[in-house]
């Protein structure tokens, strides 16, 4: 079974001043490592490095190794949520990046190097994801971080990686914040944005179906409101107004004031920004008391994890995807994907996070291939700007452009509780 290697003190480590959000983080890490915070990697877990080291800076190729980096391996570090009503996102965000990692371990591994994960708990916290990316980086000295779930949690997070100079790799969030250029230098983007989502829910809702009365539930945080915003943007587009709004607290279901709120508007259509508990209990609820707008929800919700929550009430809501579907296997890259994720779990069932969470290991990989056995952060980070496919999965970088795909997708929930593509909200 294998486990963490200790980095040879040897290699050059240049220690970083620590100041602002990442002092505040030191003092929330000391709190929660009381209860004993341990990492754990793709092959099981190991104990947390005693002490706390300094924060390597960027190495140009050919000289010392980055940090992470051994001739042996490369140590990637996630924070998601793994308990809490979250968790089915993190947990399907890890099983599919650990997926696209044993995929080319079997291989090899990327230059003779294997790629392992450690993993870290932060429940969708925000508090937890600040402790957890700064234990990644100072302790378990991972060589960029990947795969985080969440807006609140990158909020707090993103600005530990900046100023350790970490890459910051595929977070599960389309928040506009992420997307700008004072971020260009660490943050890499996979999934398209959620203004580009909610565009599309309005586009479909007033020109498929000619819906005026639009309102919104959303999530009482910056995840809440960046899909909040970016409905509002598609309205103003279009001369029109919110017709309701409810809000509800992160990490509860505490949805019914927010229906309450919602009813009064007598809404055609509620756009829903929010994970898929709370979703899923609104539209139960909506359902049992006599209110059946058309619901529409963004990608973040955990699309296998609402029909499972829903059950047959999910039939008819509509979830924009930003990965094709992870069952057409005509498609190339979801045919790598199926047997990767048969090969690394048997059990385990195809669905949108795994497949996105599978793309973001792919495209990892695919900025380390193109760095040669020569690795760097700066190496690797301009490699992935560059990158332009993922099996014929399309990607577009630019300079002004830290995002690679573009591309919504409409699903609907059937009646066998199964999601199908359309292309329109008429159904076809």
Known sequence: MNRLVPVPRAWLLVALGIGGLAAIAVAVWAMLAVGGTTATTDSGPAPPTAGTEATPALVEAGSAPAAGVSDERVLFGQSAAFSGPASELGLNMRLGIQAAFQEANAKGGVHGRRLELTTLDDAYEPEAAIANTKQLIEQ????????????????????????????????????????????????????????????????RLTNDLG????????????????????????????????????????????????????????????????????????????????????????????????????????????????????????????????????????????????????????????GLERCGPDLSRECFLNSLRSADEIDGFSLRYGDADNQGSDAVFLSVIGADGRYRSVSSLTGS
């Open 140 to 203: 378990e000295n991972v060589f960029a971080l990947i795969g985080a779930v969440g807006t609140p949690t990158s909020r707090s997070a993103v600005p530990v990686a900046v100023e350790a100079n970490t890459p910051y790799l595929a977070p599960f969030t389309g928040a506009a914040f992420l997307r700008g250029e004072d971020l260009h230098n660490v943050v890499i983007n996979l999934r398209a944005s959620y203004n580009q989502e909610t565009e599309e829910m309005v586009e």
């Open 211 to 366: 819906i005026r009365r639009i309102a919104l539930l959303y999530q009482d945080d910056s995840y809440g409101r960046a899909g909040y915003n970016g409905v509002q943007a598609a309205l103003e587009r279009r001369g029109m107004t919110l017709a309701a709004v409810g809000v509800y607290p992160r990490n509860t279901t505490a949805v019914k004031t927010a229906l309450l709120d919602l009813r009064e508007g007598q809404p055609e259509a509620v756009i829903m920004v929010g994970a898929y508990e709370p979703v899923a209990a609104l539209v139960a609820w909506s359902r049992h008391l006599g209110l059946i707008p058309v619901f529409m929800t963004i990608s973040f919700v955990g699309s296998n994890a609402l029909a499972q929550e829903l059950g047959p009430e999910g039939a008819g809501v509509f979830v924009t995807q930003v990965v094709p579907f992870p069952t057409d296997t005509s498609l190339p890259v979801v045919q790598a994907y199926h047997r990767a994720l048969a090969a690394h779990d048997p059990d385990a069932v195809p669905g949108f996070v795994s497949f996105e969470g599978y793309l973001a290991g792919r495209l990892t990989i695919l």
